[in-house]
């Protein structure tokens, strides 16, 4: 599971650039805003996408120990939303053992340690 992470992540945050560079060629979101968010559908959407960035935080401030970190997390979730979703997953993979369980990328070290020891 930690190698499909490792090769899964980071090619989602690479697809989801090139899809972002992609759709701003095309069309300037701070010109379409008024449209947009005239569409109830996209003010649900932003909302949603609000939620997941808390709920992704909550786990990065969990995971990570120093404010710098988390307030880092914060603005990449906040500003690239599922790039950075994916980068993070993908740096969680790469902080544990190749052969690690799912857990290791889950939780902190310290409790996958109280964990493991009983």
């Not at 701003?24 to 010109?31: P, R, V, Y």
């Not at 990065?60 to 994916?86: D, K, P, Q, S």
């Not at 993979?93 to 009983?118: E, W």
Request: aromatic share 12%.
């Amino acid at each position: 599971m930690i190698v499909f992470l490792r090769v899964l992540a980071p090619l989602l945050s690479l697809t989801m650039i090139a899809l972002v560079v992609q759709t701003s060629l095309q069309s300037n979101l701070f010109d379409e805003w008024e449209n947009l968010a005239a569409i109830p559908w996209m003010r649900t959407t932003l909302v949603d996408f609000y939620y997941n960035v808390l709920l992704l935080y909550l786990w990065a401030c969990y995971r990570e120990r120093h404010n710098g970190l988390r307030l880092l997390w914060l603005l990449l979730f906040v500003g690239l939303g599922a790039i950075a979703t994916a980068f993070f997953v993908a740096v969680q993979a790469y902080r544990v053992p190749v052969d690690a369980d799912l857990t290791a990328v889950l939780l902190h070290p310290d409790d996958l340690q109280r964990l493991q020891t009983g």
